[in-house]
């Protein structure tokens, strides 16, 4: 290799390191590609918080909705790749968009993995005019009436949607799909009885279960969860069976590893203090913190189980 090459790229090396030393030293942006007051919105604003404790630097939220998560994602992509502007958010535009839409203004696999922030089971939710008061019931009930019920979605391709196609091949069950835009509308549906089941992340439903609005027939999760130990997991049924909605920090393509690890190692920091874990469990959230390694292949096996359901349920964005 030339030295004028080596000497180049040992100046860049010494450049990245001297900028992560540095980090951060302005306020810090953290991008959600989806609306206010869900589970999507509220866990990055905990570690928000926890960061700016750290670094005494402002960490502010800002939610970019529209398109799947789309605008916000390409918002974060065409940043400038220095560790100031980051997205938060769940699968959707980093792990299933790629497959759904045939054109993105942005290549998820380009984003810099940060860390997992946390896990939120989803819950099978049934109005309670749904005569079925367990899974076993309310599946011979589905199979009795088939084609008579319908599903509600965030919209076309959100978790909601995916796993509830999952569950219907898995089940044998013929129940349609009304996709709304975005998780309010939805569970306003649910909730007047527009709809008759949902599968949403128990962060948000869990009060509507509590207050008898809703029927939590069955968690997504591997095992039953401590703030429904009555209500079994889908896995006891049918094995792996599994679906949960986390929220992942990434940062625009090219910004320094260094910069990724101080950020994932601040994550992990935040999430052994015991008023984050109580914060999360607040939301049925399991924290995570894993490294930018690990986040990499986890979405990729996310990447590749949510498309094989949108290639067999031939699921088609709004």
């Excluded at 609306?35 to 630097?57: C, M, N, T, Y």
């Excluded at 402002?58 to 220095?82: F, H, K, Q, T």
């Excluded at 968009?97 to 993105?104: A, C, M, S």
């Amino acid at each position: 290799m030339p030295c004028r090459l080596l000497l180049a790229l040992a100046s860049i090396l010494v450049s990245a390191l001297a900028h992560a030393q540095d980090y951060p030293a302005r306020p810090i942006r953290i991008v959600v590609p989806y609306p206010a007051g869900d589970s999507a919105d509220l866990v990055p604003r905990i570690f928000a918080e926890k960061l700016h404790a750290k670094w005494g630097q402002p960490v502010l939220v800002e939610n970019r909705p529209g398109a799947g998560g789309n605008i916000g994602a390409e918002s974060v992509y065409r940043a400038e790749p220095d560790g100031y502007t980051l997205m938060a958010s769940p699968p959707g535009p980093l792990v299933v968009n790629r497959n759904l839409y045939r054109k993105l203004a942005f290549d998820p696999a380009g984003f810099v993995p940060v860390s997992i922030l946390a896990e939120i089971p989803n819950v099978l939710l049934v109005n309670p005019r749904v005569p079925a008061h367990s899974i076993e019931e309310f599946i011979a009930f589905a199979k009795a009436n088939s084609d008579k019920l319908n599903y509600g979605s965030q919209g076309s391709g959100s978790t909601s949607h995916l796993t509830a196609e999952l569950f219907k091949s898995t089940a044998g069950l013929k129940i349609t799909h009304v996709p709304y835009k975005g998780s309010a509308p939805a569970m306003a549906a649910l909730l007047g009885g527009e709809v008759d089941l949902m599968f949403d992340n128990l962060g948000v439903t869990l009060p509507h279960v509590k207050s008898g609005k809703l029927r939590a027939l069955a968690v997504c999760s591997e095992k039953r969860v401590a703030s429904l130990p009555g209500v079994p997991a889908i896995s006891e049924l049918v094995s792996g069976f599994v679906s949960a909605t986390w929220v992942g920090i990434v940062a625009p393509p090219r910004t320094p590893v260094q910069i990724a690890e101080k950020l994932s190692a601040a994550v992990a920091e935040a999430i052994r203090s015991p008023d984050v874990v109580g914060r999360l469990a607040a939301l049925s959230a399991e924290p995570v913190g894993d490294t930018p390694k690990e986040m990499a292949a986890f979405m990729k096996l996310e990447e590749e189980r949510w498309n094989r359901v949108i290639t067999s349920a031939q699921v088609k964005a709004d």
